[in-house]
């Protein structure tokens, strides 16, 4: 994949990082405002697409993030089938709300028991899902067949 | 509500586009204006949640449509050629299954209660217990990840399934060299 031109590269190092730590901010958040794990995560593959998108990547960096963002994806779904098996853990059901009687008060960043861990498992399998998908789309040279 | 019908005059206007353009890019563009007015709609009917997603997606969906397209092929010369040769079957399905569903949908949405109106018992248990039961201020992520974990875990494995399938598809890990 080639890179794009100096202005497209230029805001895209400016842009890449403010989308990537609003991206954080909504899937930290989640429980608080709107948003949550699934826009947060969109938001943290669309500055990792940018950045592929404007710069290019030569052969082996790109083979490398495919299997990083493919080893990530299935990570967050690990994280977020186990914490819906902690409610078994503590003798209750699944996706039972283990937490909630032991973290933070309401309306404070650390609240709602399993909701915020269950969003940053939701976050880190959405973005390194789509930037998954973008890699193996984007990369792989196909042609249509006639 | 004015602006709802427009919206929705607008949406109509460029799905017609997207599925009869010949020009692939000019398809995704309106498929994108499709996806935006959506978004819209979720802010006017005070969902920002779904607003919020529904605008990235939609946003990376265009992406990903662009690049793909800018690979391969700018127009699909299908469309359109089989005009005018099978219009006789199309059309009489078309006002057939028009006529059932004009008999029909008036008679379902008698049944059905006032737009805006709830009635579910279960909703309104959570709207006014999701911050006492799980201490989430957001009643949407309260309800998505405490009450309706269950949908939000069908929800990850399709999404799993979905990357799955296009890494398996599209994958060149483990291919032998040259062949594509």
């Known amino acids: ?76 779904g690990l994280v977020f089938v186990g914490l819906a098996l902690a409610g078994y853990l503590a003798g209750d059901f699944f996706f039972s709300n283990v937490a909630t009687y032991f973290t933070g008060r309401p309306l404070e960043l650390v609240s709602g028991g399993i909701i915020p861990l269950a969003n940053i498992a939701i976050g880190i399998k959405v973005g390194a899902g789509l930037f998954a998908i973008f890699l193996a789309l984007g990369a792989s040279q196909f042609v249509m067949k006639e | 509500m004015v602006e709802l019908y427009l919206l929705l005059a607008m949406m ?65 010369e299908t469309i359109g050629a089989t005009l005018g040769r099978d219009i006789v079957l199309p059309l009489v399905t078309f006002v057939g299954f028009g006529v059932v569903v004009l008999i029909l949908v008036p008679r379902v949405f008698s049944f059905l209660p006032k737009f805006g109106t709830p009635v579910m018992r279960m909703a309104e248990l959570y709207i006014r217990h999701a911050l006492e039961y799980t201490g989430a201020a957001n009643v949407v992520a309260a309800i998505i990840l405490d009450f309706r974990g269950y949908d939000t875990l069908g929800e990850a494995t399709v999404l799993f399934t979905a990357v799955v399938g296009v890494l398996t598809v599209m994958r060149r890990l483990g291919r032998k060299a040259g062949g594509h």
Do not use: C, N, W
């Not at chain 1, 943290?44 to 994806?73: D, N, P, T």
């Not at chain 2, 009869?20 to 709609?41: C, N, P, R, Y």
């Open chain 1, 1 to 76: 994949m080639r890179g794009l031109s100096l202005i497209v590269q230029t805001i895209a190092r400016l842009m890449a990082g403010l989308l990537f730590l609003y991206g954080l901010y909504i899937v930290l958040h989640g429980h608080l405002t709107p948003g949550g794990g699934f826009a947060g995560g969109v938001l943290i593959a669309a500055a990792f697409i940018l950045m592929s998108l404007a710069f290019g990547s030569v052969e082996q960096s790109e083979r490398s993030s495919y299997v990083f963002s493919s080893v990530f994806e299935s990570f967050g």
């Open chain 2, 12 to 76: 109509l206007a460029s799905a017609l586009v997207a599925s009869e353009t010949k020009d692939l890019l000019a398809a995704a563009v309106a498929l994108g204006l499709v996806g935006f007015s959506v978004a819209i709609m979720f802010i006017l009917v005070q969902a920002p949640d779904l607003a919020i997603v529904q605008i990235v997606v939609e946003t990376l969906t265009v992406v990903f449509f662009a690049a793909v397209i800018l690979r391969t092929t700018h127009s699909d």
